[in-house]
């Protein structure tokens, strides 16, 4: 269900716009590969984006406020340093997690089910 989803939506992002990832995303997509070249292969319509100083800064303010309402993660990654680069990179993020990321990035434009 969630992969004709996400296959869907990303095919409708390319049309309207370049895709974009990051050494996170990479690393979270790369599980499912034996080499990195199948991994490189997979995703080789992305554009690779560097991990920007100001999106580690406002990932750990995210997830400040995030430990401040209760929350029980103890490491703001990956899903605080996504969405924040998103936001400093003014792009849009694909997730099924949307919740979280209005939430905590309420300005980031979000491509959600």
Known sequence: MWA????????????????????IIFAEVSM???????ADLALADF??????????FLSGKAFLAYRKRGG???SPLPD??????AVIGRMALLT?????????FPGLTLIAP
């Not at 004709?4 to 050494?23: C, H, V």
């Not at 499912?32 to 199948?38: S, T």
């Not at 605080?80 to 680069?85: I, Q, T």
Request: glycine fraction near 6%; charged fraction near 35%.
């Open 4 to 23: 004709d989803w996400s296959e869907g939506a990303l095919r409708k992002a390319a049309e309207r716009s370049t895709l974009a990832i990051n050494p």
């Open 32 to 38: 499912k590969f034996a080499r990195i070249e199948d």
């Open 47 to 56: 554009t690779r984006e560097p991990l920007p100083d100001e999106a580690g």
């Open 72 to 74: 029980t993660k103890r």
């Open 80 to 85: 605080f340093y996504v969405g924040a680069h």
């Open 96 to 104: 099924r997690d949307a919740a979280r990321y209005r939430t905590y």
